[in-house]
């Protein structure tokens, strides 16, 4: 854990936080460091502790991040506060609060968030995202920190966004349901992969890859061969790790041996690769479970037990 020091300059402070918050290191914890720096006097170091404290959701921070949504005087600031607000939702989703573990329900709900404290940050967003006296920013990271919600509300809201006037509320929506997970709006994003609006269709691209929609396949496969702007082109690479079919498996192995591509773009395509074989292996893992074909029942059992999950950023 490093200690905060008040007579750090700027470019000290800032080059500790980006230290910290791209660290791997799990063994150390940093709450308290990222904490500390809320209150400093300058908004990127600001920024930076608020983005550090993603990995640590304590109950004891909503308060501290919601007045900072609500009342700090930088909008980058605030906005940053509302982005990690979403953390609250997604801890509150993959918590089963109706479930009841009889006498284990202590021990399991121990380290689990709150449910009033997952209500209140929902409502939070919630109310921010309909205010029309905030900024667009404000009330669309808030429709973005919501998105891992499957509460009907949210889903008519995220419905709303997504027909907005505004380009960059529509981005908001596509992003928001690729963190949903759900079906239900894998028609709109397939829709805007051919997008006129590159914005729109950078987000599409990356809603495709969140929501493994392998019927997205041929869009990305065309895309990751021959989009002019590279950022899309990439972002279709690394959506396609999250797809299944054979085809994707040869385009990308080929990819990561072509030596007319950049270093850059070589690499990229063996991380996506290594991606789609993991899923194909957890995939193969659920077929076999679902059937019972562990020879110790017991054991399919156990590994069947848990629930869905999302991949968080």
């Given at each position: 854990?490093?200690?905060?020091?008040?007579?750090?300059?700027?470019?000290?402070?800032?080059?500790?936080?980006?230290?910290?918050?791209?660290?791997?290191?799990?063994?150390?914890?940093?709450?308290?460091?990222?904490?500390?720096?809320?209150?400093?006097?300058?908004?990127?170091?600001?920024?930076?502790?608020?983005?550090?404290?993603?990995?640590?959701?304590?109950?004891?921070?909503?308060?501290?991040?919601?007045?900072?949504?609500?009342?700090?005087?930088?909008?980058?600031?605030?906005?940053?506060?509302?982005?990690?607000?979403?953390?609250?939702?997604?801890?509150?989703?993959?918590?089963?609060?109706?479930?009841?573990?009889?006498?284990?329900?202590?021990?399991?709900?121990?380290?689990e968030l709150p449910e009033e404290s997952y209500r209140r940050v929902v409502a939070f967003l919630l109310e921010m995202a309909r205010?029309?006296?905030?900024?667009?920013?404000?009330?669309?990271?808030?429709?973005?920190?919501?998105?891992?919600?499957?509460?009907?509300?949210?889903?008519?809201?995220?419905?709303?966004?997504?027909?907005?006037?505004?380009?960059?509320?529509?981005?908001?929506?596509?992003?928001?349901?690729?963190?949903?997970?759900?079906?239900?709006?894998?028609?709109?994003?397939?829709?805007?992969?051919?997008?006129?609006?590159?914005?729109?269709?950078?987000?599409?691209?990356?809603?495709?890859?969140?929501?493994?929609?392998?019927?997205?396949?041929?869009?990305?496969?065309?895309?990751?061969?021959?989009?002019?702007?590279?950022?899309?082109?990439?972002?279709?690479?690394?959506?396609?790790?999250?797809?299944?079919?054979?085809?994707?498996?040869?385009?990308?192995?080929?990819?990561?041996?072509?030596?007319?591509?950049?270093?850059?773009?070589?690499?990229?395509?063996?991380?996506?690769?290594?991606?789609?074989?993991?899923?194909?292996?957890?995939?193969?893992?659920?077929?076999?479970?679902?059937?019972?074909?562990?020879?110790?029942?017991?054991?399919?059992?156990?590994?069947?037990?848990?629930?869905?999950?999302?991949?968080?950023?």
């Amino acid at each position: 854990m490093s200690v905060p020091n008040n007579k750090s300059s700027k470019q000290e402070k800032i080059a500790l936080l980006k230290k910290l918050v791209e660290s791997e290191d799990l063994f150390y914890d940093n709450q308290s460091t990222f904490q500390a720096y809320l209150s400093d006097h300058d908004p990127e170091v600001r920024i930076l502790a608020i983005q550090g404290l993603w990995d640590y959701p304590d109950p004891d921070l909503i308060n501290p991040l919601v007045d900072i949504a609500q009342r700090d005087p930088d909008q980058r600031v605030r906005n940053r506060a509302i982005t990690a607000l979403g953390r609250y939702v997604y801890e509150g989703e993959m918590a089963d609060y109706d479930y009841d573990w009889g006498e284990l329900d202590t021990v399991i709900r121990e380290g689990e968030l709150p449910e009033e404290s997952y209500r209140r940050v929902v409502a939070f967003l919630l109310e921010m995202a309909r205010d029309p006296s905030v900024s667009l920013d404000e009330r669309r990271f808030s429709i973005e920190a919501l998105g891992f919600s499957s509460d009907p509300e949210i889903i008519d809201l995220l419905e709303q966004a997504y027909h907005a006037p505004e380009v960059e509320m529509k981005v908001s929506a596509l992003f928001a349901m690729g963190r949903s997970g759900l079906a239900e709006w894998d028609d709109y994003i397939l829709a805007e992969l051919d997008s006129p609006v590159s914005q729109i269709q950078l987000e599409a691209v990356r809603a495709a890859g969140e929501l493994f929609l392998d019927e997205a396949t041929p869009a990305l496969l065309a895309l990751a061969s021959s989009a002019t702007d590279q950022n899309l082109r990439h972002e279709a690479i690394w959506a396609l790790g999250h797809m299944t079919s054979i085809e994707v498996w040869q385009f990308l192995d080929d990819l990561t041996q072509d030596p007319l591509e950049d270093e850059e773009t070589r690499q990229l395509a063996d991380a996506a690769l290594d991606e789609y074989e993991m899923f194909q292996e957890l995939t193969e893992t659920d077929y076999e479970t679902d059937y019972g074909l562990y020879e110790d029942n017991d054991l399919a059992q156990e590994r069947n037990g848990g629930g869905n999950g999302y991949f968080i950023e």
